[in-house]
């Protein structure tokens, strides 16, 4: 069996330009999260695993699939590298943070640029135990797709140390 290594090296092209593709497509698309998954890491199992099932059916020869598998896996290495050290490569390839809740006000023009509905983010706030939006300080949806949230103080569950120092001035009183 002879090796053609023009094949493989079309094989790594279009490894590069699928897995370059997407992460275009994931970055027009806006950050959602997929259950616990980052999209990013969601468009390399995909990738990995339409790779594998090539294999395994013999649609490709187990050299092409080892090499697309492992341009991708470099490509992703590089990219998270990349995105560490850079701040603009962070930027392209990533998001940046965007408050959906500022002083318990809903900030419309932000929901309209993610593409997040009112309901949606509603949803989400009550997922996390916030009960009417006034009580959230700021909400920002993450790069990764989750909402975090920070609540107004009079707003945040009591603690056992809130108790504790209640009862403790008290008795100072």
Do not use: C
């Not at 989400?124 to 916030?130: A, H, I, P, S, Y």
């Amino acid at each position: 069996m002879e090796i053609d290594v023009n094949e493989l090296l079309f094989t790594a092209l279009r490894a590069s330009f699928v897995y370059f593709f997407l992460l275009l497509v994931i970055r027009v698309l806006g950050k959602r999260e997929i259950g616990n998954t980052s999209a990013f890491d969601l468009i390399v199992a995909l990738i990995l695993g339409e790779v594998v099932d090539e294999i395994i059916y013999g649609d490709v020869t187990i050299l092409q699939g080892v090499i697309a598998i492992v341009v991708v896996a470099i490509w992703h290495l590089v990219n998270s590298w990349a995105s560490y050290k850079s701040e603009i490569i962070d930027k392209i390839t990533g998001a940046s943070p965007t408050v959906m809740v500022k002083n318990g006000q809903i900030q419309h023009k932000n929901l309209a640029k993610e593409r997040l509905n009112e309901d949606e983010l509603l949803s989400e706030l009550r997922m996390m135990g916030v009960d009417e939006v006034k009580e959230v300080k700021q909400a920002t949806l993450e790069p990764n797709g989750k909402i975090s949230v920070i609540q107004e103080d009079w707003a945040k569950p009591v603690q056992r140390q809130d108790l504790a120092e209640l009862k403790a001035g008290k008795r100072k009183s």
